[in-house]
């Protein structure tokens, strides 16, 4: 258990809906990070907080969203959803930034159909 | 920018056998280099990390890595596998100055018993 938690497991929704992914990182990590996962793309970054400020952004869509809460807590939102949004969306937090470790939560499955 | 290869999608060994997993990495500057591993339907879990010092890095259930500056690899090695290395491991660099860990596509071990 990495410490990170990741809400819902599994979601699933129709082409055109948004949805919004909830991380929660490991007690007293500042950074969270979101990824996405799929077979085709492999591991893609989406985005980094540090201490609910944005600090880099990967190839996230304009359709996506993030932000990181006062308690460190991070939504990522889905818009406009696609069939090629189809993925494993994982969060995860460390320390600081850059050299720390990153620890992973167990993913939130997005299926669109 | 930073760039990472991993030169095998997929790599076969016989339980009890040694493996290397390749890894190159692509940077103008100093880097930081990880190795994480994904067991079925989980997150991501880190094997280990090069952040300076010994080429020679060790890590968890019995991997080690060496950091070739020269050759820009970062290969994984594993003395004897066993069947419950089977998973699928990812190489990911960061550079100095980045904020983001660019990981690579990933290489699936598969320990034939």
């Known amino acids: 258990d990495s410490g990170v938690t990741q809400t819902p497991k599994h979601l699933i929704t129709a082409t055109g809906q948004r949805v919004t992914l909830r991380c929660s990182p490991r007690?007293?990590?500042?950074?969270v990070y979101w990824y996405q996962q799929s077979l085709d793309q492999g591991l893609q970054f989406l985005i980094h907080?540090?201490?609910?400020?944005?600090?880099a952004k990967g190839n996230i869509l304009e359709r996506f969203s993030a932000q990181q809460f006062p308690d460190l807590h991070s939504e990522l939102n889905l818009s406009s959803l696609e069939l090629g949004d189809s993925a494993l969306y994982f969060c995860?937090?460390?320390?600081?930034?850059?050299?720390?470790?990153?620890?992973f939560g167990p993913g939130t499955r997005l299926t669109v159909t | 920018a930073q760039s990472v290869t991993q030169l095998d999608s997929q790599v076969p060994v016989f339980e009890e056998a040694p493996v290397e997993l390749r890894c190159n990495y692509s940077?103008?500057?100093?880097?930081?280099l990880f190795w994480y591993v994904q067991y079925p339907n989980q997150g991501l879990q880190l094997l280990l990390k090069?952040?300076?010092?010994?080429?020679l890095v060790k890590g968890i259930n019995g991997f080690e890595a060496e950091f070739n500056k020269s050759q820009t690899s970062f290969h994984l090695r594993k003395p004897s596998v066993h069947i419950s290395d089977t998973a699928e491991y990812f190489c990911?660099?960061?550079?100095?100055?980045?904020?983001?860990?660019?990981f690579g596509t990933g290489t699936k071990l598969q320990v034939i018993p």
């Open positions: 907080y540090y201490n609910g400020e944005e600090r």
């Open positions: 940077s103008s500057v100093s880097v930081y």
């Open positions: 990911a660099v960061r550079s100095g100055g980045y904020q983001k860990v660019t």
């Open positions: 995860a937090s460390s320390a600081r930034t850059g050299a720390d470790e990153q620890y």
């Open positions: 007690s007293g990590d500042l950074s």
């Open positions: 090069y952040l300076s010092g010994s080429t």
